[in-house]
């Protein structure tokens, strides 16, 4: 970790001339005093880390333990937004400095380690969390000591804090343009919903089940297994049975590339599409450890791909290679995460102090016109408009964008049935 | 239950949920292989079991990557060179962890148990530092992707064919080791009474040293077997432990033949529930009634009646 | 005949490990304040007759009737509440507690969960523990953990942990192996003791030493009695001097 | 050797060293750490109940059990289905569909709430239940396994088994149990709101309460004869039983109370943290309970204590500095005490602290050391001779 830091804060000169956010960094590097913002006492009235000319946040994700593999991803593209906008300026005339925190893929953990950062440190907004466990243990504490909480990961919603702004697309919002997409594009009529063991498949499969029954089409086979389970040819048997035009699969973690291994192996061609396979948990991360090879055909249905074409990513894939290296992939959570400081620092503006409560009223309709997935706003909800795409995994182990809905997807934490 | 399938369905059924038992059975074999020896024979608990596993899979991975860079003409083979580093690496790793630590505690078997977990915290940690904390993908040579269409609906898969091969000729290796060849006289001689062993003129220490290399070679080629249908990270070894543990108790420590049966035993019964029920409850299902067995009758399938 | 006049009757006791008879339909009987001592070339079945006795092996058909009671169905811990103590080859005391403990654990009180956890150490304990220790000439040494006691030491201390049990039969498996002479002399001694008030079964090889106790004799040959009766009616006996004695 | 008076006993060696963890954990802590750093402890300590039930069973009984996990995550369990009850009242879950149940069964469409749930209501069944439900389900485990004579490895290994197939439960069926994040949002306990500072401290307090009261319990079962049953039996069980002792019934017994012991510890944890979740009762949480009684001395009581509280102080320290390290450092300690150290701390302390103690107080050598180093010094004695 110290090196990637290292990395980060080292390299940026030569780029900086060259890149496009080179004149407000230039000001700002040349001379502080100008970008010097109103006094402190004005924008912290609540005892936050605030100075003249820095203010702390924390960054909060498990460094080691078995999250280490997803969370790295969401810690470097949290970083990067962070350096960003400190060459761009600050937030308010002022640096950010970074607390950073490992929550060791322990739930107690990031509770323990929020409450530090809000009591100790009295950071002005954590960045931080990935799975919903760390999120459900850390959230009495961010609502006790009203803290303000990025949180990064896809998830499947029936939440709404006053103290997150969720950045990654509540289940609905993946879900319900996923499957209409399959039934209007691929005329699927039958699908099967296969899932890890816990909250977030479960909860999604169930929108799914809803909606897809909604339409007079068929559920004909649903599945779970518990976490880090490897052995699918049961399942694949089932599948190969029931003939379902689409797979929905939501199975995570080390599970993921023996479920595709085993599939390509029992001779599941995905780009037959016969059936066809759309997941809502396999990024272009997860492609890495599953193969390229093994994942060729099948879709995936969320808000950022890496692939996305327009100025604002091409921008953004090229400043998190240059920090990180040219093998570096991204995928829909890192995006979110990137998400984060920047909403945080448009929401202070907007609002001209660093309290939490005047971030908070602040934050609905924000709008993020940089984000590399696009155009994003805030909800009054606290969830982002997003717009939802289809993506085909490519050998390459990138996917290539063949859909986008056409408006922003609405957040939607709380579908009917789920209040 | 039947009713929704045609009588050729269910034929189907039958054929691929057996195909997938097999698979399933010859996955528990890879793995307990290894933990019978080590354990069976030495008393020796190894909770590193599963990052020797991952060793091998990883000095896979390395192979690979190897053969694609310099010797891409020859990458169709490289799996044989790699199951052969992986059992020499894992080999070699096992035999300096026996002299480092294992041999000290053999009077202790419940201090190697904690002695090996720190082990494999080390060795996860290891492979973080040096491969990533993200799962690699090992790519394998095309001849071994694809199935034989046997029906329309029956289909083999070739990697499953080769890892049952895998399994199949390891376990006949071990069993002509060790019950065909004067070293695994010894090995049994050292087993059954150390000091008379020691009395006769074996080298005791180096038959263990020799058998839990042994053991851990095995693992790393199941390791290496892996690769081609389960998923290669620093803490993916640890999922195999209990389960491991399971069927080599479960078969009664001491007999590698009682390994087999009772792989093939649990292998059968939870890919069979695994179909009539959802993947977690069969697990449960099976873990319980693996250990309500266990308990009435804790010498396992096979136990050898001995008069002590 | 009533057998119940017998102290311990066994009548067809067979064992079978795996189809190998350790014990083939053996009968014997013991009268009240007995010595008997059991000899038999190795393997002949000896310890194995007192696993089955104690209950630590368990018989495949026959019967051990012990005051009339049939000991092949109860537990240990029952049966040597019956009466019945054993002593192992090797000496097996509590290593890490002292010869008091030792002893106070083999007091025949507060033997369930809840009467240890009640179990007061009276005076009645007192002085029963050193009774018995300076029977077992360790009287000196109630304070030293039992694991620094002498090879000769610990088999009386286990002799010892025996007689606080009060039981009515002792069965003593080997008392003397490992001892100096001067140690033979004097368990020796303590075995005249004991069997004042006590039915005692050893196996014993030193022919010596069982000719100074024995009442009785039984040889055994492959699981099978081959010859009982005075010392010197078996050293007589020819079947006897072919596999055991003769060479 | 008998200690009648309770005066007497504190100013003996072993009662000098209660006292001392005594003051320790009632002064110096509280009054050196802020009130976040005491609720750390305080999480810590929870472990210690865990650990003082492993030395017990583990250390005096030579009965390892890899599923101590299973029990604090009971107790933890039952703790929080009465907060969350407490805190699932109607009007506070009036938004749900099914106001008056907890919010996790509203997202899974539980429309009842489930019958194991309803005694959750009453405090004082949740307080028995706390101790009752691990001990019952020690009891069973017990009793299949120990009447059967399986113990060793393979005792080991089920209970293993058993902690996998507890979480694998615990998570599948989510509708009734929170699923993998648990049962959290727990906020008050009997109106009490134990998300202040306060209360945190006061909780603290009730748990150093609790942790001597089973410490006290553990000494009384550790010095009365039980206590030497329990060390003869692990060395020579056999000898045990043919002392007419039932073997099984006191495994069982010893068990039973190490179930408690980390029921009440799980139930503190709870209280303390705000939550539990299924990742207390898996295999490595269990694994790594082991291990801090095995740094403290496996044999020693406070030696358990002292290794959770050091263990844990080590892991948050290591992990805020260094957090690659600190699986390195991690499995290096199990390999270092069990390799170099297996008597843990306790054993270093006696043999190292002791002697100059024994100077310092030019105390006779023998003298009324407590029960602690008696059983010490006997393993190393054994050690020696083994």
């Known amino acids: 970790m110290k090196s990637q830091t290292y990395r980060t804060t080292s390299r940026p000169r030569r780029r900086l001339l060259a890149g496009l956010a080179a004149l407000p960094a230039l000001m700002a590097l040349a001379s502080p005093v100008f970008s010097a913002g109103p006094p402190t006492a004005e924008v912290n009235t609540t005892g936050l880390a605030v100075t003249d000319d820095t203010v702390q946040v924390g960054i909060l994700h498990s460094i080691t333990g078995t999250m280490a593999i997803s969370e790295i991803g969401s810690v470097q ?110 005329g699927a009529k039958t699908f099967y919903l296969l899932g890890s063991d816990y909250i977030w498949p479960r909860t999604s499969n169930k929108i799914a089940r809803k909606h897809i029954e909604k339409k007079g089409l068929k559920v004909v086979g649903e599945e779970y297994y518990p976490l880090g389970h490897t052995q699918f040819n049961s399942v694949i048997n089932k599948i190969k049975l029931r003939k379902p035009d689409v797979i929905f699969a939501s199975v995570v973690g080390g599970s993921n590339v023996a479920f595709y291994k085993q599939m390509k192996a029992a001779g599941v061609d995905f780009t037959k599409e016969s059936p066809l396979l759309l997941t809502i948990s396999v990024t272009e991360d997860e492609i890495r450890g599953i193969g390229g090879e093994n994942v060729e055909g099948i879709y995936a249905s969320m808000k950022y791909f890496q692939s996305l074409e327009n100025p604002n990513n091409e921008e953004f894939v090229a400043a998190f290679k240059e920090a990180y290296g040219d093998d570096m992939v991204i995928g829909d959570v890192t995006q979110a995460a990137y998400l984060g400081p920047w909403l945080w620092k448009m929401a202070v503006e907007k609002a001209g102090s660093f309290d939490i409560d005047k971030i908070r009223e602040a934050s609905p309709g924000i709008e993020f016109k940089k984000a590399p997935e696009g155009y994003v706003r805030i909800h009054e909800n606290h969830h982002l408009w997003s717009k939802t795409r289809i993506g085909r995994a490519q050998t390459n182990g990138q996917y290539e964008v063949v859909y986008e809905t056409k408006e922003l997807m609405e957040p939607d934490p709380f579908p009917e049935g789920y209040k | 239950m039947f009713a929704d399938y045609s009588t050729t369905e269910l034929m189907s059924i039958f054929a691929m949920q057996g195909f997938a038992g097999l698979s399933l ?241 649990i292998s059968q019964s939870q890919s069979t529930m695994e179909f009539f029920l959802s993947g977690s409850m069969a697990k449960v299902l099976t873990l319980l009634t693996v250990v309500i067995i266990l308990m009435l009758r804790p010498e396992g399938l096979m136990a050898l009646k001995v008069r002590r | ?240 001097i072919e596999v055991y004695l003769g060479h | 050797m008998k200690n009648s008076s309770p005066v007497k006993w504190l100013v003996s060696r072993e009662g000098l060293y209660y006292l001392a963890l005594a003051v320790l954990l009632v002064l110096v802590l509280p009054a050196l750490l802020d009130s976040f750093r005491l609720n750390m402890v305080g999480k810590y300590l ?74 959750f209501h009453s405090f004082s069944f949740t307080l028995l239940a706390v101790i009752a439900v691990p001990m019952i389900l020690a009891f069973i485990i017990g009793v299949a396994m120990f009447k059967r004579r399986v113990g060793g490895v393979y005792f080991a290994i089920i209970t293993q088994a058993i902690a996998s197939i507890l979480t694998i439960l615990i998570i599948g069926q989510q509708g009734y149990t929170g699923g993998v994040n648990g049962i959290t949002d727990l906020q008050t306990l009997l109106g009490w709101n134990i998300r202040t500072d306060e209360a945190k401290t006061t909780l603290y307090f009730v748990c150093v309460a609790m942790l001597f009261l089973c410490l006290f319990v553990a000494r009384y079962v550790q010095n009365s004869k039980f206590g030497r049953i329990l060390v003869a039996m692990r060395d020579q069980e056999n000898r045990v039983r043919f002392s007419g002792y039932d073997v099984a019934s006191f495994k069982v017994f010893i068990f039973c109370l190490a179930a408690a012991f980390a029921g009440i510890g799980g139930a503190l944890f709870t209280l303390q943290v705000g939550f539990m979740s299924p990742s207390f009762v898996g295999i490595v949480p269990s694994i790594e309970m082991v291990v801090f009684c095995a740094l403290g001395g496996r044999y020693s009581l406070l030696g358990g204590v002292y290794g959770a509280l050091l263990v844990n102080a080590a892991k948050s320290g290591f992990s805020e500095s260094f957090p690659e390290l600190w699986p390195y450092a991690m499995g290096a300690l199990f390999i270092g005490v069990v390799l170099a150290f297996p008597n843990g701390l306790a054993g270093l302390y006696q043999r190292y602290v002791m002697p100059l103690e024994d100077r310092l107080f030019k105390r006779g050598k023998s003298g009324d050391a407590g029960n602690d180093d008696a059983a010490l010094s006997g393993s190393l004695g054994a050690e020696k001779s083994s």
């Open chain 2, 25 to 265: 059975f010859s996955v528990f074999v890879l793995m307990a292989m290894g933990l019978a020896i080590i354990f069976g024979q030495m008393g020796v608990i190894n909770m590193a079991h599963g990052e020797f596993m991952i060793l091998g899979a990883y000095t896979t991975y390395l192979t690979a990557n190897l053969f694609e860079n310099y010797l891409p003409g020859l990458f169709a083979g490289y799996f044989f060179v790699a199951m052969l580093l992986a059992f020499l690496f894992s080999a070699a790793l096992g035999a300096f962890v026996e002299w480092a630590m294992v041999r000290h505690l053999y009077r202790r078997p419940l201090d190697t148990l904690l002695a090996t977990w720190g082990l494999s915290l080390i060795m996860q940690q290891a492979y973080r530092s040096i491969f990533g904390a993200r799962e690699v993908g090992v790519e394998l040579p095309q001849w071994m992707m694809g199935a034989f269409q046997v029906t329309d609906l029956v289909q083999i898969p070739i990697n499953g064919l080769f890892v049952m091969i895998i399994a199949l000729s390891i376990a006949l290796a071990v069993y002509l080791l060790m019950f065909r060849s004067g070293w695994g006289r010894k090995v049994r001689a050292v087993v059954q009474n150390r000091p008379m062993a020691e009395a006769v003129g074996i080298n005791t220490a180096g038959v263990d040293r020799a058998t839990f290399a042994l053991g851990c070679g095995i693992a790393g080629v199941a390791g290496s077997a892996f690769t081609m249908i389960g998923s290669t990270g620093p803490s993916s070894g640890q999922a195999y432990i209990v389960d491991t543990f399971l069927v080599v108790v479960f078969g009664g420590a001491q007999s590698l033949i009682g390994t087999i049966v009772s792989a093939f035993t």
């Open chain 1, 77 to 186: 593209a949290e970083k990067l937004a962070i350096k960003q906008i400190n060459e761009s300026g600050g937030v308010l005339g002022r640096q950010i400095e970074f607390v950073q925190e490992d929550g060791a893929s322990d739930w107690p953990t990031f509770a323990e380690k929020t409450r530090k950062l809000l009591r100790q440190d009295n950071v002005a907004a954590i960045f931080g969390c990935w799975t919903s466990a760390s999120r459900k243990a850390v959230l009495p504490v961010m609502e006790q000591f009203n803290g303000m909480l990025y949180y990064p990961t896809f998830y499947e919603g029936l939440e709404q804090s006053p103290n997150v702004i969720y950045t990654g697309q509540e289940a609905t919002q993946q879900i319900l343009a996923g499957i209409d997409w399959a039934v209007k594009e691929k």
């Open chain 4, 46 to 119: 929870t472990y210690a109940f865990v650990a003082v039930g492993l030395v017990m069973c583990w250390g005096k009984a030579g009965i390892l059990s890899l599923g101590q996990g299973v029990f604090f995550g009971l107790g933890g369990y039952c703790m929080a289905m009465f907060l969350k009850l407490e805190a699932s009242t109607p009007e506070a879950t009036a938004q749900q569909s099914t106001p008056g149940i907890p919010d996790f069964m509203d997202w899974n469409q539980v429309t009842e709430l489930p019958w194991f749930w309803e005694p």
């Open chain 3, 1 to 240: 005949m009533n057998k119940d006049q017998f102290l311990l009757a066994v009548e067809g006791l067979t064992v079978s490990f795996d189809g190998f008879k350790a014990v083939d339909d053996l009968s014997f009987y013991l009268d009240p304040k007995e010595i008997r001592v059991i000899i038999g070339p190795n393997g002949a079945g000896k310890t194995t007759v007192l696993d089955l006795i104690c209950g630590k092996t368990r018989a495949t058909s026959g019967s051990i009737r012990f005051r009339g009671k049939e000991l092949t169905k109860m537990k240990e811990h029952q049966i040597v509440h019956a009466g019945v103590g054993r002593k192992f080859q090797n000496p097996s005391v509590f290593e890490d507690l002292t010869v008091f403990e030792n002893l106070e654990v083999s007091y025949p009180e507060g033997h369930t969960v809840m009467g240890s956890l009640a179990f007061k150490r009276d005076t009645a304990v007192m002085e029963a523990v050193e009774e018995v220790a300076g029977t077992i000439f360790l009287k000196d040494l109630l304070d030293q953990p039992a694991g620094l006691l002498s090879h000769g030491q610990k088999q009386w201390l286990e002799i010892g942990m025996l007689l606080i049990q009060k039981p009515d039969l002792l069965m003593l498996d080997e008392p003397v192996a490992g001892m100096s002479v001067a140690e033979r002399r004097q368990t020796a001694e303590l075995l005249r003791v004991i069997t004042r008030d006590h039915t005692v079964l050893v196996i014993e090889h030193d022919m010596q030493f069982v000719g100074d106790i024995a009442d009785r004799v039984t040889v055994m040959h492959q699981g099978k009695v081959l010859s009982e009766g005075s010392i010197e009616h078996v050293k007589n006996d020819p079947k006897v």
